[in-house]
């Protein structure tokens, strides 16, 4: 969609209309922007619930937008709305994942992935090419990790490491 098809919503008292805020800039590009691979950036979401997910989180941001008083609602900045957006959007598409593979890639979008290539530097074992083949969550105490399983390709060998999350 051009540019000049969309419009920003307007921030103001006045609570705009689900379909007001679909068709605003803000969104149109928050969806644009999350849906796609940019570089280095993937995207998170599943091509197969793209569509339930940009829905509900345009009537996840109204339903927000409808509880707050118009005197709030016209404090809100642009940025305010966004950040809202986004995680609605992020919300909504936890709630419509099952996989659990997706939902380690909604809840932690630029950390390693299945299938992705990572170097195993000058480890003995991981030298060179290695390839991630599986993920999980563990947690000891209060605290998070994502365990991830890779193959070193030179040799095949398995191994395991992990990250402790935020």
């Not at 979401?45 to 109204?62: D, N, R």
């Not at 909604?106 to 060179?128: H, S, T, V």
């Amino acid at each position: 969609m051009d540019r000049k098809d969309t419009k920003e919503p307007e921030v103001t008292a006045e609570l705009p209309t689900k379909e007001q805020l679909k068709d605003s800039e803000l969104v149109v590009q928050a969806v644009a922007y999350w849906f796609a691979d940019h570089g280095h950036v993937r995207s998170p979401f599943p091509t197969t619930v793209q569509e339930k997910v940009a829905k509900g989180a345009v009537e996840g941001l109204h339903a927000w937008l409808a509880g707050l008083k118009p005197d709030e609602r016209a404090k809100l900045r642009d940025e305010d709305l966004l950040e809202k957006f986004e995680s609605v959007l992020f919300d909504t598409a936890m709630g419509l994942v099952t996989d659990t593979d997706q939902l380690i890639t909604l809840r932690f979008p630029f950390l390693p992935r299945c299938g992705d290539r990572i170097d195993g530097g000058a480890i003995a074992g991981r030298e060179g090419e290695n390839i991630v083949r599986a993920r999980r969550l563990a947690h000891e105490d209060k605290d998070e990790f994502l365990v991830v399983e890779a193959e070193c390709v030179s040799t095949g060998e398995r191994w395991e490491t992990r990250f402790e999350l935020p």
